[in-house]
Structures are given as C-alpha cells and as structure tokens.
C-alpha cells in the first residue's frame, strides 16, 4: 500500500513540477503605463517641461509616430523653416495661441491635420490625465519656444473638489463594460484598424482575423504588440500602444480576443 502511495506521491509532484516549469517559460509581457503626476499651483516651467519630456519619450508613445517624420509631423525638428514646435506651433490656427493648439491636437486631433499625413493619431485623454497633458504641452512649448503653460492651467484641469494629489491618470484607468464592440471603440482599436464598416486602415484589418491568427497569437498581439509584426506592416512598428495588459481586465482581454478570434 505504501508503495503505491509512494508512485502517487512522485506523479503528482512530478506534474507540478512540470507545469512550473512550463509557466515559467512563458514570456511575461510587462506594459508601461503613464506615471501619476502630482502639482501643485506652485509647480516651476521646469518641472513640468521634465514631466513632459519623460512622457513624450516613455510611456506616451509619441516618438513611435512623431520621431520618425513619416507617420506624423517630427515636432522636435524644423519643418518648413518655421522651426521645432515650439516655435511654429503659434502660427498654425489664427487666433490660438501655442498652448491652445497643441492642447486642441492632443484632444482633437483630426481637427487639424498636417498637409500629407493621415488622421491616425487618437484622443490623448484615452491614456493620459489633463495633468500629464499639459505637461506634455510644456515640454512641446519648450522645444523652440516659451513654456506659457503654468500651475493655473493644471488647477483648471482638475475636477472640482478634486485636488492634484488626486489625479491617478487615464493611463492606468479602466472601463467597465465587457461588450467587445465598445471595448474596441474605447480603447481607441478603430483607430488604426478596419472591422466592418468601421476604422481606419492604418494596421491589419480585424474582420477575418481569426483566419489568419489563433487565439494565443490574437492575445499576444495584444499585449505585446511589436513581439512579432504583420508582414506588409512593418513600417507601423512601435505604433500601437503596449499598455493594454493594464487598461484592461483580464476578463475585458479574454471578450476581445475571443470576439476577435471569431471573425472569419
């Protein structure tokens, strides 16, 4: 009896060893989320211009469409003599000032629309908080210009009742619906992707993408956008955003790809 307690024994660890080591062999796809940003009204043009360049070359992304002057305008070089951003970016609509442009480009963005460039990029409130946005808009000011943006702007940003210390920032926000439809419209998906008569066709189409991706392929996509590119679309690399595995539920992930995984 004890011998075959003893085969028991040895099989049921033997397994848990096994499927340990198989978990740990999976790759864990860590996803950067936008820092919480905390002001006060006595906040310096420095710090928020710090704030912002962190943001603009991390975790905000704008370098994956900005950076290379071929997706989106390079804001951080001359374009048409006019100078960097923060020089030019007073002339672009009469009657707005810098800060007002570029903050109207962050939440409207397809308002105005640089002459050859298409209108791909999205409302920077799906990821950002108002904070961390017009840090951005400082460390953009900076660029070639003056930094106009100041601790009233972020006082004004906050709800009332609210104070700074309050603002978590939309990037670790998460919705509460599971319908996979709005889920893709929330997370900004149709911005770039084509799903019936929705979208815009910047990366792959989603209406027949579980033909051509399995369901681990559709969720690593996902997660970890740039692990491995759809031929034809390699040029749109770094574009999608890698911070889904935070502004999604693991319930929310598993409703998309499955809905995804069934549109054949």
Not at 61 to 72: Q, S
Not at 165 to 181: H, K, N, Q, W, Y
Not at 229 to 234: I, V
Request: glycine share 12%.
């Amino acid at each position: 009896m004890w011998a075959t307690n003893l085969k028991i024994l040895g099989i049921v660890l033997g397994t848990l060893a096994l499927y340990t080591l198989i978990a740990n062999g999976i790759p864990q796809v860590e996803s950067e989320v936008p820092q919480e940003l905390s002001f006060t009204g006595e906040v310096s043009a420095a710090e928020l211009v710090a704030a912002g360049e962190e943001l603009y070359a991390g975790a905000g992304g704008c370098t994956a469409c900005h950076g290379l002057g071929t997706r989106a305008p390079n804001l951080l070089s001359d374009a048409g003599g006019q100078g960097a951003i923060g020089a030019r970016c007073g002339q672009r609509v009469e009657g707005e000032s810098c800060k007002e442009y570029l903050y109207r480009s962050m939440i409207e963005p397809n308002v105005f629309v640089v002459e050859g460039f298409q209108p791909i990029m999205p409302d920077m409130r799906r990821t950002l908080s108002e904070v961390q946005i017009w840090a951005m808009i400082a460390y953009l000011q900076s660029v070639g210009g003056e930094v106009t943006v100041t601790g009233d702007d972020i006082a004004a940003a906050q709800p009332a009742g609210e104070d700074e210390a309050s603002d978590s920032g939309a990037g670790a926000m998460i919705v509460a619906t599971t319908d996979p439809l709005e889920l893709l419209r929330e997370m900004q998906c149709l911005a770039c992707h084509l799903l019936g008569d929705e979208g815009a066709q910047v990366g792959p189409p989603l209406d027949d993408l579980g033909s051509r991706l399995t369901t681990d392929q559709i969720r690593e996509s996902i997660l970890d956008p740039n692990a491995e590119l759809a031929a034809g679309y390699e040029q749109f690399g770094g574009m999608m955003p890698a911070n889904f595995g935070q502004r999604l539920t693991a319930e929310q992930l598993e409703v998309i790809v499955s809905y995804l995984g069934s549109q054949k």
